[in-house]
């Protein structure tokens, strides 16, 4: 292959750059799917590869009806495959290994996700939207090509770097699955690509860890009705707790959990005043006596607490207008105090809501936590990424000045306008991650061809 030929393959991968959450595609490979590594010992990381090997075995066995169900399947089967290469290369111990072993756990979580909605597309069952509506013609055809484009992509872009640097793998993970992200997306009915939605943190999320309410790896299965649970818990929330759990039979344990959820996040909330807690430790203890009515209401209102909390320790403040959000979140969390709050008698509705308004202070904080630098961009790709994070702070202040409108107007949930609020912010902010993302993959690049850095650098 000439030289030309190499640079223009190469830069067309770094116009695939997306967050490393995202993901690609290859086509169907037929070839024997190897065997796990053997490392002298079951582990985590050897059981998901024969759960692997064994699921690749089953759909490379599959004779596709049509065209689409072969490219739904191509799919299926490259996700498990980059799964798989990054278990391998992480199933030794430390931390260069750990890192991709986690990389290969989030996507082989994902799969299952990605399979439903494979299938949904083929069969035609698929519906979007609020109302549910099926997919439209439009949305199935774009869909299926960006499939395509993962099934053809990810493993040119997997090829380009040494996978056993962590640094090269995720940057060459980012621009591998960024189709199947985009694909994701449409067939959720988002406009663009964002995470796949795995249950295990990010490298993001374990570097702001320390600004969270409670650790990412703080245990799911702890009892609720163990006295040292509730040990801190405001007095209303305490006793109600207290009382549940002496009646085993009717006690509650994830509606306990809720509310403690709750109560702890109000305790950390310093800005709230003495009254405003007191409501919240009578609406908490009435969730745990039998309120289950409110039970999805006092959950988005917890999470919007620890979010607001988070966005709070990243010291914004200047470039906001805090009594605005301050006054937004209070109607969240005191709806009945509002003559304003659209949906106050309906807490399904309202928490949907307040999960829109989180979303929203969940992308401010990450943009202000996100590691940002400049260094080895051009100067054209220095100008862009300005011209980028000056988008992203028009985005931003649109979407804070139209915040409350989420909470205040009847059509909050169905207006095309405040229905992308969220989404224009979000995807500004997914601009700024891919010319941040940039230098990963030039660095990937460079680590293995140093020559070919400098081509994918200049383009």
């Given at each position: 292959m000439s030289r030309r030929t190499t640079a223009a393959l190469i830069a067309t991968l770094a116009l695939s750059l997306c967050t490393p959450e995202r993901a690609s595609a290859q086509t169907l490979r037929l070839d024997a799917v190897p065997q796990s590594p053997a490392l002298g010992e079951v582990t985590a990381v050897t059981m998901m590869l024969e759960t692997l090997n064994e699921e690749l075995r089953a759909l490379e066995a599959k004779q596709p009806e049509s065209a689409d169900d072969r490219t739904a399947i191509d799919a299926r089967v490259e996700l498990r495959r980059i799964a798989r290469d990054f278990l391998i290369r992480g199933a030794e111990p430390g931390p260069p290994h750990d890192a991709l072993a986690m990389q290969g756990f989030r996507l082989a979580d994902?799969?299952?996700?990605?399979?439903?909605?494979?299938?949904?597309?083929?069969?035609?069952?698929?519906?979007?939207g609020e109302p549910p509506r099926p997919l439209g013609v439009r949305e199935r055809d774009v869909a299926m090509r960006r499939l395509r484009r993962f099934v053809d992509i990810a493993p040119k872009a997997l090829a380009a770097a040494r996978l056993d640097d962590p640094v090269q793998a995720e940057a060459a993970l980012a621009a591998a699955i960024t189709p199947l992200c985009d694909a994701v997306a449409t067939?959720?009915?988002?406009?663009?690509?964002?995470?796949?939605?795995?249950?295990?943190?990010t490298q993001a999320?374990?570097?702001?860890?320390?600004?969270?309410?409670?650790?990412?790896?703080?245990?799911?299965?702890?009892?609720?009705c163990e006295p040292a649970s509730r040990a801190s818990a405001m007095p209303r929330t305490a006793a109600a707790i207290a009382e549940r759990c002496a009646q085993p039979e009717i006690a509650d344990n994830a509606t306990i959990a809720i509310a403690l959820d709750l109560d702890t996040s109000a305790r950390a909330a310093d800005w709230l005043t003495k009254g405003e807690r007191e409501t919240i430790d009578t609406n908490a203890a009435a969730l745990v006596r039998g309120d289950v009515r409110v039970r999805s209401l006092r959950a988005a209102q917890s999470e919007l607490l620890s979010t607001e909390?988070?966005?709070?320790?990243?010291?914004?403040?200047?470039?906001?207008?805090?009594?605005?959000?301050?006054?937004?979140?209070?109607?969240?969390?005191?709806?009945?105090?509002?003559?304003?709050?659209?949906?106050?008698?309906?807490?399904?509705?309202?928490?949907?809501?307040?999960?829109?308004?989180?979303e929203a202070i969940d992308i401010a904080t990450r943009f202000r936590l996100r590691e940002s630098s400049d260094d080895g961009l051009s100067r054209d790709i220095k100008t862009l990424k300005r011209d980028f994070e000056k988008a992203y702070r028009r985005s931003e202040a649109t979407t804070f000045a139209r915040l409350q409108a989420l909470l205040t107007d009847t059509d909050a949930l169905t207006s095309p306008e405040l229905v992308t609020l969220v989404t224009a912010t979000r995807d500004a902010l997914g601009d700024l991650d891919r010319v941040d993302g940039s230098r990963r993959l030039i660095d990937a690049v460079g680590g293995a061809r140093p020559q070919a850095g400098k081509i994918v650098a200049g383009h």
């Open positions: 994902v799969r299952r996700r990605v399979d439903v909605l494979a299938n949904g597309l083929v069969d035609g069952t698929i519906t979007v067939l959720e009915g988002k406009l663009s690509g964002d995470a796949l939605g795995s249950g295990w943190p999320d374990l570097a702001s860890a320390a600004l969270r309410s409670t650790p990412i790896s703080q245990p799911t299965d702890t009892d609720p909390r988070r966005f709070a320790a990243t010291k914004a403040g200047k470039d906001i207008d805090r009594l605005q959000l301050d006054a937004t979140v209070r109607r969240a969390l005191f709806p009945e105090a509002f003559t304003d709050v659209a949906f106050a008698d309906d807490p399904e509705r309202l928490a949907r809501a307040i999960r829109r308004v989180t």
